[in-house]
C-alpha cells in the first residue's frame, strides 16, 4: 500500500499565487466601476432633476427623459458586467474589454459633445476624468495571458506533398 507523504515545500500563498494571479488592483478599479456605473443609472433614471442641475440641461419633453432611460440602463449594463468581472476577473477577461471600450465610447461622445458647443466644458469635466481614469487603471491592470518560454514551445512538422 502507498502512502502520500506530505509536502512541506508547498504553502497556500504559492498554492494561491500559481492558481489565481495577483489581481487586488484590478478588482478594486473594477469594484469602482460598478459603484460609478450603479450611480449613473440610479441618477438618469430615478432622479432626473438632479440630472438637469449638473448637466445644466432640461429635461422637460418625454423624448429627452426616454435617452436619460435609455442611458440608465445603459450604465446599469455596465454596472452587471463590472460586477460579473469583478467577481472572476481572469474568467471574465472579455468583459474588462467590453467595459474599457465603452468607456472610451462615452469619453468620444463627451469630446464630440464639447466639439459642437452642445454643453459646457464644467459640466462634462467630472464626467470625462472619471471615464479617462477607469480607462487608464483596465488598461494598466487588465490580466494577460502568459507567453510560453521558447524551449517549451513545441513546432508542428509541416506535412510533405509528395507528387505522384
Given at each position: 500500500m502507498r502512502t502520500i507523504e506530505p509536502c512541506n515545500h508547498v504553502t497556500v500563498r504559492s498554492?494561491?499565487?500559481?492558481?489565481?494571479?495577483?489581481?487586488?488592483?484590478?478588482?478594486?478599479?473594477?469594484?469602482?466601476?460598478?459603484?460609478?456605473?450603479?450611480?449613473?443609472?440610479?441618477l438618469?433614471?430615478?432622479?432626473?432633476?438632479?440630472?438637469e442641475r449638473l448637466y445644466g440641461l432640461p429635461l422637460l419633453d418625454g423624448m429627452h427623459a426616454y435617452l436619460a432611460?435609455?442611458?440608465?440602463?445603459?450604465?446599469?449594463?455596465?454596472?452587471?458586467?463590472?460586477?460579473?468581472a469583478l467577481l472572476?476577473?481572469?474568467?471574465?477577461?472579455?468583459?474588462?474589454?467590453?467595459?474599457l471600450v465603452a468607456y472610451f465610447c462615452f469619453f468620444l461622445v463627451d469630446v464630440i459633445t464639447l466639439v459642437r458647443g452642445q454643453m459646457t466644458f464644467g459640466a462634462l469635466l467630472p464626467e470625462m476624468v472619471a471615464f479617462v481614469l477607469l480607462i487608464v487603471g483596465l488598461?494598466?491592470?487588465?490580466?494577460?495571458?502568459?507567453?510560453s518560454e521558447p524551449d517549451k514551445m513545441k513546432t508542428k512538422p509541416v506535412p510533405e506533398i509528395s507528387g505522384q
Open positions: 498554492v494561491y499565487s500559481v492558481v489565481m494571479p495577483h489581481t487586488r488592483t484590478l478588482r478594486v478599479i473594477l469594484a469602482i466601476a460598478f459603484v460609478l456605473n450603479l450611480t449613473w443609472a440610479n438618469f433614471a430615478f432622479a432626473p432633476a438632479l440630472v432611460l435609455s442611458r440608465a440602463a445603459a450604465f446599469l449594463l455596465l454596472a452587471v458586467i463590472a460586477l460579473l472572476r476577473p481572469i474568467g471574465f477577461r472579455a468583459m474588462t474589454i467590453v467595459l488598461v494598466r491592470f487588465i490580466p494577460v495571458g502568459q507567453i
